[in-house]
């Protein structure tokens, strides 16, 4: 089945220090793309990076990065030099191949940054 | 580029009462999508269009669920007999099929309460 995991509920990481959001994902279809999304309080969804599954090289949106493992099936999120705006929910999606255009969601990641 | 918009923001209805909610897509975007989110979880895929044509629609969709997008434009969801488990955040997003990832944007959602 395809499916997502977010296994961390909640992360706390002090102001401008690095954090890595996991996410694993399940699926035996070749192509697929993963996402990941931030949502802050207001609700809004708010696209961050893309990593395709035949993509060489890991995705990166300026302070954030993916770490993308194929064999270990994981596209784990790391943002650098975190901002107290970056405090908000985290969701890793996964889009599968050529017949569907939607997205599966995990469960998410709080993510709280402190000064 | 005014991004996407949904109305109402919120909606307090009766169980058993009809609601529909609007979205308006960016404007240039061919691809829409609703999802639903309920607390604690991942937006949930409801259905998407591509231009007028409905593409897919969730096996997990009550019939009474149902979407349009007559002119390819803005999209309406309707839910009929509405029941508790019903309450939740919709949400819209869009997305043009030529851009680099497809990646959807998303709507400041609907929030539903049914009593």
């Known amino acids: 089945a395809q499916k997502i995991t977010q296994t961390q509920p909640g992360m706390f990481v002090q102001e401008k220090e690095a954090v890595t959001l996991d996410c694993t994902y399940d699926t035996s279809d070749p192509s697929y793309g993963l996402f990941w999304y931030k949502q802050p309080s207001s609700g809004e969804m708010i696209f961050l990076i893309y990593?395709?599954?035949?993509?060489?090289q890991n995705a990166t949106e300026g302070r954030y990065s993916l770490n993308f493992q194929k064999a270990r099936k994981s596209a784990n999120l790391v943002i650098s030099a975190s901002q107290l705006g970056d405090s908000a929910m985290y969701f890793c999606?996964?889009?599968?191949?050529?017949?569907?255009?939607?997205?599966?969601f995990g469960t998410g990641t709080r993510l709280q940054v402190f000064p | 580029d005014t991004g996407v918009s949904q109305d109402p923001r919120h909606k307090i209805t009766k169980r058993g009462q009809n609601v529909t909610f609007r979205c308006d897509p960016i404007s240039e975007h061919n691809r829409l999508y609703w999802y639903r989110q309920t607390l604690g979880q991942g937006p949930e895929f409801l259905t998407y269009?591509?231009?007028?044509?409905?593409?897919?629609k969730s096996r997990l969709l009550s019939d009474r669920f149902s979407a349009e997008r007559p002119k390819g434009s803005f999209s309406t969801l309707e839910i009929q007999r509405t029941e508790q488990g019903d309450s939740a955040m919709y949400l819209c997003?869009?997305?043009?099929?030529?851009?680099?990832?497809?990646?959807?944007?998303f709507g400041p959602g609907t929030r539903l309460t049914v009593l």
């Open positions: 997003a869009s997305s043009w099929d030529r851009s680099s990832y497809n990646e959807q944007f």
């Open positions: 269009f591509q231009n007028e044509a409905q593409l897919e």
């Open positions: 990593q395709g599954s035949y993509d060489q």
């Open positions: 999606a996964m889009r599968l191949g050529y017949n569907t255009d939607k997205l599966i």
